[in-house]
Structures are given as C-alpha cells and as structure tokens.
C-alpha cells in the first residue's frame, strides 16, 4: 500500500520568506512517481513536478526546488522568496509501479502575507 | 488549451436524492478519476476508469457508482445521498502507457442537506 505523510498543516510567512513544504512516503514497489500538486483558492489542482524513484538529482525551476532523498523517503518542496501569488494547498502524491492511480497526502496549506 | 470540465461547480441536494456528476475531458485520455477532497484528509479516491466501461474501485467507493460510456466521459453517481457525502468532488484525467500527472478539473463542491 502506497503512503503519503505531509506533517505540516499550515504554514504562514511574510512574502520573500522561504518555504519548505515536506512530504515522506511509504512504498514497497521498487519502481514509483512522486509528484507535487499546488491548489490555488480558485479550487483546480496544477500539477508541478513528477519524479521517478530511479533518479534523484535534485530540480529548480525558478523560484521553486525539489529535495528528493530516497534513504529518508522524502521529497521536500522549497519556495524561494516567497510572494503572495504562492498562497495554495500544495499536495505531495504517489504512485507505484505501473499503477496509474495516485495517492496524495493531506496537503499543506501555505500563506504568504504582505 | 485542453481542459477537464466538470458540469457543476456548486450543487446543493436533499438526502436520499440520486445525484449524477459529469466530467468531460478534450484530451483522448485513457485514464479518468474521481477523487473526494476533505480537510485534513487530502484526496481519497473514489473511482477510476483505464478504458471505456471500465471501472475500478478506489479507496472509498461505498455509495457511489460510475459510467463511462464514452471515452471522454466519465460519471460518478451518488445512489442515494447523504450528509456525510457532502464534499468537493474532484474528477481528473491522465493519458495511458505511463505514469503521468493528472489534470484536474476545477472540482464540484457538494452540498447535501
């Protein structure tokens, strides 16, 4: 059974604060997808960014970073200077194997005030 | 711009009423879900389809059903509606042959009263 933990509930800053959102997963599949999804107040799902469990280096795209560390089973989200524009639920989730179906954590709820 | 659309952004029903909520996809996705979202429970999925009619259960598929009749389809049926289905309804879409990210459509919030 797959597993997503994402401990922080919420989370609040002050813009140009940086954020890092955690996610730990459980899996026994040897081959799995990790993703991140951001929810912004207008309610639809954007999807950020797919990993694959075979390659661990780490991703910046932009303002955004991804940690992927497979001995901690972890693949952390870091914002970069956080701005108002980046208020959302973000989702870690998983799927294993060839299994299309994604698991997702709970989600963290993240603000950033002016 | 390719898009998931779900029919009904809010819906308010009665207890015991048979709900229907569609989802439409323009992608050729082979892949359709239909998730529930709560606080502090994130996404539970519901149910899913790899194919026309086809369907498999999810995590949480007591008191729902589903059709998929069409490729760019796919219903989620509430037989019979209770409070406890009150929710935001979250139906997505993905292509086949590998693990992609899901495109979602921007959800149907539920009221049943």
């Known amino acids: 059974a797959q597993k997503v933990t994402q401990a922080q509930t919420e989370i609040s800053v002050v813009e140009k604060e940086d954020v890092t959102l955690d996610c730990v997963y459980e899996?026994?599949?040897?081959?799995?997808?990790l993703f991140w999804y951001k929810q912004p107040p207008s309610g639809e799902l954007v999807f950020l960014i797919r990993r694959n469990s075979f390659d661990e280096q780490n991703e910046i795209s932009g303002r955004y970073s991804w940690n992927f560390q497979k001995s901690t089973s972890s693949f952390n989200f870091t914002i970069t200077a956080s701005q108002v524009v980046d208020s959302a639920v973000y989702f870690c989730a998983l799927s294993g194997g060839g299994d299309y179906k994604l698991s997702f954590g709970a989600g963290t709820t993240v603000t950033v005030r002016a | 711009d390719v898009k998931v659309t779900q029919s009904s952004r809010y819906l308010v029903k009665r207890t015991g009423e048979k709900v229907f909520l569609e989802c439409v996809q323009d992608m050729d996705h082979e892949n359709m879900f239909w998730y529930r979202q709560d606080p502090g429970l994130g996404l539970r999925l519901i149910y899913f389809s790899y194919d026309v009619k086809m369907k498999e259960k999810g995590d949480i598929p007591e008191g729902y059903s589903v059709s998929r009749e069409k490729k760019e389809r796919f219903s989620l049926i509430l037989e019979s509606a209770s409070t406890n289905q009150t929710s935001m309804y979250l139906c997505?879409?993905?292509?086949?042959?590998?693990?992609?990210?899901?495109?979602f459509g921007s959800g149907t919030r539920l009221t049943v009263v």
């Open positions: 997505a879409s993905s292509p086949g042959g590998t693990v992609h990210g899901y495109t």
């Open positions: 899996t026994r599949d040897t081959t799995y997808y």
